[in-house]
């Protein structure tokens, strides 16, 4: 069990440019979630994934957010032309999914995205 | 309305010490999850202790405990022996229903700085 992992751990990107994020869950877990957290703030929730299905989407996802998680391994994540307003960290998690509400959630540690 | 409030933005507390991290909750749902993450400069949330609506008895993971009112719709976070290591930002977080796949939301956070 390697944990979460994420890549790139930080990012700097002009506005305007489009960015990937990539998230390897826990092998095994068919749950994965993305959140977003601004400096001083809790996460807040953008979508998660049961297998390759995305299920909910957070109103914060706007059209300019995509998220692909195929064949159920892997996701990324890709910010479209990218605004100040998205710099953030982007934290990855997954669950089992084994549908138990005392479920905890694994997370990775994070890509820091700044948009100059 | 703020489904997870965190009243306390920072904490000193002494090492050795015992600390209190407040959490005050709203739902309607009579089934749900409370959930305390610990995230230290590093950036990784890692999972320190759950309680469950219907569960009879405070939960309890070590040196950390979780006093639940659950009248009052609060959980509060007890570290108990306060240690260096125990510096860093603290989440509580509730998971709504049955279903595991619903989202966690979480608080704003509380900081705490253990002195020496």
Wanted: charged content about 20%; overall charge neutral.
């Amino acid at each position: 069990d390697t944990g979460v992992s994420q890549n790139p751990r930080h990012k700097i990107t002009k506005r305007g440019q489009n960015v990937t994020f990539r998230c390897d869950p826990i092998s095994e877990h068919n749950r994965l979630y993305w959140y977003r957290q601004t400096l001083g703030q809790g996460p807040e929730f953008l979508t998660y994934f049961q297998n390759e299905a995305q299920l909910e989407k957070s109103r914060l996802l706007s059209d300019r957010f995509s998220a692909e998680r195929p064949k159920g391994s892997f996701s990324t994540l890709e910010i479209q032309r990218t605004e100040q307003g998205d710099s953030a960290m982007y934290l990855c998690a997954s669950s089992e999914g084994q549908g138990v509400t005392n479920e905890k959630l694994f997370f990775g540690s994070g890509t820091q995205l700044s948009v100059l | 309305a703020q489904k997870i409030t965190q009243t306390q933005p920072g904490m000193f507390v002494q090492e050795k010490e015992a600390v209190t991290l407040d959490c005050t909750y709203d739902t309607s749902d009579p089934s749900y999850g409370l959930f305390w993450y610990k995230q230290p400069s590093s950036g990784e949330m890692i999972f320190l202790i759950y309680q469950g609506s219907y569960d009879q008895q405070n939960a309890t993971e070590g040196r950390y405990s979780l006093n639940f009112q659950k009248a009052r719709k609060s959980a509060n976070l007890v570290i108990s022996a306060s240690q260096l290591g125990d510096s860093a930002m603290y989440f509580c977080a509730m998971r709504e229903g049955m279903a595991a796949g619903n989202k966690l939301t979480f608080g704003g956070g509380t900081r705490v700085l253990v002195k020496p």
